[in-house]
């Protein structure tokens, strides 16, 4: 959201004049527009001044206000660099908020706890692992298209089935009890409520890693057959409970808001594009294709962790010094020309073209093969039960988040024909 952006920016703005001296840091406060231009769209569409920006230079500087250095990438082989580069970049949570306990998590750590931490969950997200998610997420979109097909009236399909689906298939990895999952999936959706405001998502957000907690401790003492207890199971002393819940808590934060916005934005791809509609429908071999495309070209996580420059370096000719703050946007470089002709519109027959949509080296997104299980299993379902499916609004009605990390639609009416 466009308030956790500003409070990225604003802590390190906060490090950086720390180190100055003199100036009151209690006066730090949202930063302007400008600075949010990676994080705005035209529906679902990056604003064009993000394109102009990437013709213009691959790397740039945004106006941050207070002396700040922070630089924007754009460019499709110069943010490959920034993403692939452990070691000139640190993502470490004390970067931001010093001497404050981190989230936990993959995304805000550094080698060799980094390293350390991600050898835990790589073996559970394996093919061979995650094979055994396959029957039941399809019970799971099943299940929720039957429950859209017995609702009256239009459908709201963020609520009824861009939500559900991952939360539901997060429980099952992780192993919460069956008893506990309509709480879990409430606390999952609590997070991410942008009408809640910020102190009920950081309440839920605290509350899922309090559960969490007692998860863990209860499978410390009787293991179950999810993640958490495979973890424990393999590796129980090299871990403690907070660490384990941090992690499960990673795995809810970056597998579940991610995943919806892609089914909900996925979904008005299709009802906007009657071809791809019927290539999805009708023909078994597109799906795959179609979930790299759509991925490519919606790039919900519009902007990765932000890094932060262990020394002097050079990126696409443009000096950057140490402690520099870099953000690279995926959404700009996922449109590189570079990258083929005609990138700014979805083509569900273009040969699958490389992206970023799941990040880049040390930091990609573990649970990529998961989602797109999900998305391959839910798209083509989801059109075939309802193959006269359209929009129950028009479509300059649907509301979009303004400015946000992860981009979605707040809501998604549809007529099931």
């Not at 209690?26 to 302007?32: F, S």
Request: charge should be negative.
């Amino acid at each position: 959201m466009r308030q956790l952006t500003s409070r990225i920016l604003a802590a390190a703005a906060r490090r950086y004049l720390g180190r100055k001296g003199g100036f009151d840091l209690a006066k730090v406060g949202m930063l302007p527009d400008r600075t949010l231009v990676p994080l705005r769209r035209a529906g679902i569409d990056p604003i064009p001044e993000l394109g102009a920006i990437r013709d213009q230079a691959p790397v740039s500087r945004l106006p941050v206000p207070f002396g700040l250095k922070v630089w924007l990438v754009t460019g499709y082989d110069a943010a490959k660099q920034v993403l692939a580069d452990g070691d000139g970049f640190s993502t470490d949570f004390a970067n931001l908020a010093p001497g404050v306990a981190g989230p936990g998590g993959l995304g805000f750590a550094d080698p060799p706890e980094h390293t350390r931490l991600r050898k835990l969950l790589t073996p559970e997200f394996t093919m061979r692992r995650l094979a055994r998610l396959t029957p039941r997420i399809h019970e799971i979109v099943e299940d929720r298209l039957d429950a859209m097909a017995a609702a009256p009236g239009p459908v709201d399909l963020v609520a009824e089935f861009a939500l559900p689906i991952p939360s539901l298939v997060i429980c099952e990895l992780l192993g919460v009890p069956y008893a506990d999952r309509a709480d879990f999936q409430r606390l999952a959706m609590a997070r991410f409520d942008v009408f809640g405001g910020a102190d009920a998502s950081l309440g839920a957000i605290s509350e899922s890693l309090d559960y969490l907690r007692t998860v863990v401790e209860t499978q410390r003492r009787a293991p179950g057959d999810g993640l958490i207890g495979m973890i424990i199971r393999e590796h129980g002393d090299e871990v403690t409970d907070d660490e384990l819940a941090g992690l499960a808590d990673g795995v809810l934060t970056g597998g579940f808001e991610t995943t919806a916005s892609m089914l909900a934005l996925g979904a008005l791809v299709l009802l906007s594009d009657p071809a791809a509609f019927q290539l999805v429908r009708t023909t078994d071999e597109a799906a795959a294709p179609f979930v790299e495309e759509v991925l490519r070209h919606l790039a919900v996580v519009q902007v990765a962790f932000p890094r932060f420059a262990r020394d002097d370096l050079t990126i696409a000719g443009t000096q950057i010094s140490r402690g520099d703050v870099v953000i690279v946007s995926l959404s700009g470089a996922n449109r590189d020309p570079v990258l083929g002709p005609n990138l700014e519109h979805p083509d569900p027959t273009r040969t699958p073209t490389s992206h970023l949509a799941f990040g880049h080296g040390l930091h990609r997104c573990i649970g990529a093969e998961l989602a797109k299980m999900e998305l391959r299993a839910a798209y083509p379902a989801l059109v075939r039960r309802f193959p006269g499916m359209r929009l129950a609004v028009e479509p300059a009605e649907l509301r979009f988040r303004p400015a946000s990390i992860v981009y979605g639609v707040e809501s998604l009416p549809v007529r099931l024909g």
